[in-house]
């Protein structure tokens, strides 16, 4: 069965989407340690990220990077973390992280925009990827 991932990725399930290339996929998380928390999914489904093949698992890393430098141009915030998880969905993702705070790091500690902030939050992150 598909993961919720490839739903989102093929827009049947809807989401706050911030970039996509050929091969991943960015969009924010719907349940943000912080404003701006944004997942980044090779579209090739895979459950654990020690199984992605090289070239994906360096491609994903590069297209995280060029996240992450969106996020921390538009995002106030100190630093963006990077936290690879997977005990969720059983689809590769890398959470991208604004941080000021280390509780932001845990993911005991939640924040909840409503939707027309999770579309300004996307739209600021959106404009800043190069
Ligand atoms: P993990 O698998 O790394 O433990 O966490 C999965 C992450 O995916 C969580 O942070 C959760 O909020 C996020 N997530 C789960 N389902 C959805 C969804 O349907 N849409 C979005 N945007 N995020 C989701």
Redesign the pocket.
């Known amino acids: 069965m598909a993961s919720?991932?490839t739903k989102?990725i093929n827009g049947e399930?809807p989401?706050?989407k911030i970039a996509e290339d050929e091969n991943f996929f960015a969009?924010?998380?719907?349940?943000?340690?912080a404003k701006g928390?944004t997942?980044c999914v090779p579209k090739k489904e895979v459950d654990r990220i020690m199984d992605l093949d090289e070239e994906t698992y360096l491609g994903l890393m590069a297209f995280s990077r060029k996240v992450g430098k969106a996020i921390e141009a538009s995002i106030n915030c100190n630093r963006v973390g990077i936290?690879?998880?997977?005990?969720?969905?059983?689809h590769v993702?890398v959470?991208l992280i604004p941080l000021n705070e280390m509780k932001e790091a845990t993911?005991q500690h939640k924040v909840a925009p409503a939707k027309e902030e999770f579309m300004a939050i996307a739209d600021k992150i959106r404009s800043k990827i190069e």
């Open positions: 919720i991932f989102i399930i989401c706050y969009f924010l998380d719907i349940n943000p340690n928390h997942l936290t690879v998880i997977g005990l969720e969905v059983p993702h959470h993911f």
